[in-house]
């Protein structure tokens, strides 16, 4: 069984930083893509920025140069570094592994960027 554990939302003022992490359950960590995904109300859920196995990241255009992915294997973890925040980055923020054709997904952080 697999599970996904984030923390570090919150309210946060427009050029504003977080940081988000998600905790991973089981020995397959390693050995998986890690992505995170945000979902803003009335809207669909968008890939923000994912990261393979040896550590190469990919991001949404909307967020280059501004968030950073990183992973520990060694701890089970993915963070998501967000500077530079903007109004239009508020949205629920979920972890995301994938395996073997199956999503799972954490509980979702909420990420709420306003002055």
């Known amino acids: 069984q697999v599970q996904l554990v984030e923390s570090g939302g919150g309210l946060v003022q427009p050029g504003g930083s977080l940081r988000l992490s998600c905790a991973a359950s089981?020995?397959?960590?390693?050995?998986?893509?890690m992505a995170w995904y945000r979902q803003a109300p009335g809207k669909q859920r968008e890939l923000v920025a994912s990261?393979?196995?040896?550590?190469?990241?990919k991001y949404v255009d909307s967020v280059k140069g501004r968030f950073t992915i990183s992973r520990d294997n060694a701890k089970n973890t993915v963070h998501l570094q967000m500077n530079g925040l903007k109004p239009e980055d508020t949205a629920v923020y979920y972890c995301?592994?994938?395996?073997?054709?199956?999503?799972?997904w954490g509980q979702g952080t909420q990420v709420t960027v306003s002055s």
């Open positions: 990261i393979t196995a040896s550590g190469s990241p």
């Open positions: 995301n592994i994938n395996i073997l054709g199956a999503d799972y």
């Open positions: 089981g020995s397959i960590f390693s050995l998986r893509a």
